[in-house]
């Protein structure tokens, strides 16, 4: 059973910074693409930041680049969103994704099969 769990939401102002990790259970952490996505009331889920299983490749939306670094520790089964100049169009929900076939970084949201329970960012002017 694969388990996410994030932490480190919270309220911010604009330009500030918070960072988001993402503990998960299960022994083949490492084999597995990971992806922060978040969703706003009233609208859709949208992918932030993916990470491929060794790191070295990372995809991120247009709005948040230059502004967020996702990174992982596979030693800690862990992966984190660093959030730097905050803005309050960043306000949503943040969920944590595992896609358990890593070969190729995707960054849909149907491609990704375990999720955790989302984390409250909100980000005042």
């Known amino acids: 059973q694969v388990q996410l769990v994030e932490s480190g939401g919270g309220l911010a102002q604009a330009g500030g910074s918070l960072r988001l990790s993402c503990a998960a259970s299960g022994r083949t952490f490492s084999s597995w693409a990971m992806g922060w996505f978040r969703q706003a009331p009233g609208k859709e889920r949208e992918y932030v930041a993916v990470i491929s299983w060794s790191g070295g490749s990372t995809y991120y939306t247009d709005s948040v680049k230059g502004r967020f670094t996702i990174s992982r520790d596979n030693a800690k089964n862990t992966v984190y969103l660093q959030m730097n100049s905050l803005k309050p169009e960043d306000t949503a929900v943040y969920y944590c994704?595992?896609?358990?076939?890593?070969?190729?970084?995707?960054?849909?949201?149907?491609?990704?099969?375990?999720w955790g329970q989302g984390t409250q960012v909100t980000v005042s002017s």
């Open positions: 994704a595992a896609d358990y076939d890593g070969t190729w970084l995707m960054v849909g949201v149907g491609e990704y099969d375990y």
